[in-house]
């Protein structure tokens, strides 16, 4: 016997991996992705239309957005298969929410990760479309290729009798929308995957629709949970100032469902049955079932929600039981949309411990519901990010509107109070008439009940044994317990039976492995079994060296009871990532250079320095700011999908660079000039070279010049530490000997006794003589009338900063002529 369990799963709205189309929308537009993290995270968007590839960073507590073509991720085509998806990718948990936003019709939907998506699983359908029903769409996107798919449209006409079914196979990235016809309805219909172990992503909407009669319309988006995951228990609460309320959907599972409405019986719902009420005040309802189900809210339009603004919009309401303790959520900052509110639902234990952006909400805001021990709480809140916690959990809607325009949706779901599990054991293959041992996975219960699907009687407790007589290939196993909240919930589990032939012994069909040398190929061990494989081998796991179809039987020793199972393993050529870096100094740039194994096959470089992202393909450059030791990470992949990732720690080296600097003190003579220079450069210099001009170059530290030409006086000071990293120091003399007056270019005010003021020399009589100096503003900050004065560097006795200043000197000479030099003057500190 071979028994596969399909648990109530639990749905995380956080994780590393997503896929993301659309329904048809009206509208025009891009359409946006908005991912956050509480944690730094490098994060990957492809899309299949364009095969274009976004790299994205995202800092820890924070959120990016990112741009896509509209109809590059939308589905516009009925019953085509069309290549209109995106998938992304994270080194860590991250939440992904898509908006589509256009003017006058807008909506958007929080994304399942794949992990939260069983293989195999089934969707139960709900949208909403009674002013436009043939408006209404269903949109799936396969996650592999040769996904055969079924989709199940319900009888809603009395002149039909059976349901449309619609089987499609779809590859990877494509979808497939079918739209509402007369006599079949999309609620109450579902999807099926046929494929063995292989994903879809579901999605339902309106084209455009109005929600309460009214004039305004607005399309409708949101992902569909997987069956499996539906809940019992829900609170909804209404939006604010919408004082004519709202609209919501309940959606059965299972027949015979009772529905309750605040403690009232209002409907008894066989499969697919959808029960719809419009609740016309502002006010929360509570709703529970005796069966999963899946609830639906709807705002209504500007002219019917009491509030005469906003646009239609609906959202997949989250059982209680799937409350999450943190998000990261985030409202678009658009003038489309001016005002954008939360809605929170708390449990009795944790309505003193919500925090709004970290600051606890008071529980004189919460509203008492009528649904037990829970509260609910709504407020307006700004754009932009905003984190919400409460470690006893919570659930959380956003919403914004616009004079034309909504959007709707859930800040994320987790089953984190509802781990119970069903366990079996004695699990034997070609077996139907064995005692099976069931326990439930947590005894903090008081209350167990085992619900066995072949007539038999229940069984308490927190185990079950359990004999099947029953010929059927499938049994359903039911526990109900109590949970945390004292309200009784219900797990499940599926066992099907196989007397002969191919079972699920291997996981997968087919295996690529990007492996050059070895892979193992393994089975579950089950007791009492023996395994012959294609190979000879007679273990539970074989290492193989080439690819090709593997094959196993299985016979239990007991009853000689034989099944078997099929592998194909393809052998990728793998990549190898590998780098190097070179030794460079502070200002130099420095070439990072591949050299990966499989170079030419590679189709994807990323690379990453001191946790920054660079971009270029086998060879990037950068120039660090600062000197050290940086680490480098290279993530490689191939056009086949195998990926490898190199990282060095310490591997990018930047060495210090020396600081070139000089003063010089002039001691001007009637045909010369001499000047003594002093280097100021740091101490790791070991050489130095000064240049001159017209002078063969020197290497003293201190050397004393003469000068005798005409014109600017260019001194260049080259130096370099024990390294070989240098610098230079660049200083200019203006010196004119058939001029009367000489003005430095520079002076330092340190009070070190060297080049301590600024004004010029002059070897003539001078007489009305005026120094005016102005900052880079033209504002005057400085005048002299005396050659002894000079200027020291402050203004109003406060010292002005490093930089260039502008000096105007005249006077009159001996031969009663005015004179004038002006200039700028380099201050330095």
Not at 742 to 749: H, K, M, N, R
Request: with cysteine; glycine share 6%; charged share 15%.
């Amino acid at each position: 016997m071979l028994w596969v369990k399909t648990s109530l799963a639990q749905l995380e709205t956080k994780g590393k991996e997503f896929w993301g189309t659309s329904t048809l929308g009206s509208g025009w537009g891009n359409a946006a992705l908005f991912i956050s993290s509480e944690q730094a995270a490098n994060v990957t968007v492809h899309v299949f239309a364009s095969s274009k590839t976004y790299n994205l960073t995202i800092a820890k507590n924070s959120l990016v957005s990112l741009n896509l073509t509209r109809a590059d991720v939308m589905c516009s085509e009925d019953q085509l298969m069309e290549t209109k998806g995106f998938k992304i990718t994270s080194n860590v948990d991250v939440s992904a929410y898509l908006l589509l936003p256009s003017p006058a019709t807008s909506d958007a939907t929080i994304l399942f990760p794949s992990h939260a998506i069983p293989g195999n699983s089934e969707y139960l359908l709900l949208t909403y479309g009674e002013e436009f029903p043939v408006g209404n769409r269903v949109a799936i996107l396969s996650h592999e290729d040769n996904n055969l798919v079924q989709i199940t449209l319900k009888n809603n006409s009395l002149g039909n009798s059976t349901d449309s079914v619609i089987i499609v196979t779809l590859n990877k990235g494509q979808c497939y929308q079918v739209k509402q016809i007369t006599g079949y309805q999309i609620s109450g219909g579902t999807v099926n995957v046929l494929s063995k172990g292989k994903k879809v992503s579901v999605f339902c909407g309106n084209v455009i629709t109005t929600v309460g009669r009214d004039q305004a319309a607005d399309m409708l988006l949101e992902q569909v949970p997987p069956k499996n995951t539906l809940g019992r228990h829900f609170v909804i609460t209404p939006f604010l100032d919408h004082t004519k309320g709202f609209i919501f959907e309940v959606a059965a599972s299972v027949d015979n469902t009772v529905i309750r409405q605040d403690g009232v019986v209002v409907a008894v719902l066989e499969e697919g049955e959808v029960y719809m009420l419009d609740i016309d005040s502002e006010r929360a309802v509570c709703i529970d079932a005796t069966n999963p189900v899946l609830v639906s809210q709807m705002m209504k339009s500007s002219a019917a929600n009491g509030k005469k603004y906003g646009d239609p919009a609906f959202f997949y309401v989250n059982p209680l039981e799937q409350s999450i303790k943190s998000a990261l959520i985030a409202t678009p900052n658009s003038s489309q949309f001016p005002e954008h509110y939360l809605s929170v639902i708390l449990s009795k234990a944790g309505r003193d411990s919500f925090y709004l952006d970290d600051l606890l909400v008071s529980r004189t805001k919460l509203t008492t519901s009528q649904c037990g021990n829970y509260f609910w709480y709504t407020d307006s809140i700004t754009p932009g990010t905003h984190s919400l916690k409460n470690k006893y959990g919570f659930l959380s809607i956003l919403y914004g509107l616009g004079p034309d325009d909504s959007y709707l949706y859930s800040a994320g779901s987790g089953l984190q109070n509802l781990k119970v599990e069903i366990l079996h054991r004695d699990s034997f293959f070609c077996d139907r008439h064995r005692e099976f041992t069931f326990e439930a996975s947590d005894s903090t219960s008081d209350y167990y009940a085992w619900i066995w699907d072949d007539g038999s009687p229940p069984i308490y407790g927190l185990k079950a044994v359990h004999r099947f007589y029953d010929l059927k290939r499938q049994h359903l196993v039911k526990l109900a317990y109590s949970n945390t909240s004292g309200q009784i919930d219900t797990t499940y589990q599926y066992l099907t039976f196989s007397d002969t032939g191919r079972i699920n012994l291997i996981e997968k069909d087919q295996i690529a492995t990007c492996s050059d040398s070895t892979f193992e190929i393994s089975i579950d061990t089950i007791i009492n079994a023996n395994y012959l494989w294609s190979t000879g081998d007679t273990s539970a796991k074989i290492t193989i060296s080439s690819g090709g179809i593997y094959s196993v039987i299985a016979t239990y020793s007991i009853t000689g009871c034989q099944t078997f199972d099929t592998v194909n393993i393809n052998f990728l050529e793998s990549v190898e990532a590998n780098f190097k870096t070179d030794t460079v100094c502070l200002n130099e740039a420095n070439t990072i250079i591949s050299t990966s194994k499989s170079d030419s096959n590679i189709t994807n470089y990323r690379w990453i320095v001191d946790g920054l992202p660079v971009y270029g393909l086998d060879t990037v450059t950068t120039t660090m700011s600062s000197s050290g030791r940086f680490e480098v990470q290279l993530i490689v992949s191939t056009a086949n999908g195998c990926t490898d990732t190199a990282t060095k720690s310490k591997s990018l080296v930047v060495l210090d660079i020396p600081q070139a600097d000089f003063t010089y003190q002039l001691f001007p003579q009637p045909n010369s000039l001499t000047v003594n220079f002093f280097d100021q450069s740091s101490n790791d210099v070991v050489y130095r070279d000064w240049s001159f001009p017209d002078r063969v170059s020197d290497s003293i530290v201190f050397p004393i010049v003469t000068f005798t030409q005409k014109g600017p006086l260019v001194i260049v000071l080259y130096v370099e530490n024990i390294s070989g990293c240098w610098d230079t120091a660049i200083r200019i003399i203006d010196y004119r000997p058939d001029f009367s007056i000489l003005v430095p270019s520079a002076f330092t005010p340190s009070n070190d006794g060297l080049n301590d003021g600024f004004g010029p020399l002059i070897f003539d009589q001078s007489n009305n003589y005026s120094m005016l100096i102005f900052n880079r503003w033209g504002e005057q900050i400085f005048e002299s009338n005396s050659l002894s004065e000079k200027w020291n560097g402050t203004y109003q006795g406060v010292d002005c900063p490093q930089g260039a200043y502008l000096y105007l000197i005249s006077y009159t000479n001996d031969n009663n002529y005015r004179q004038m030099a002006k200039g700028t003057v380099t201050l330095i500190r």
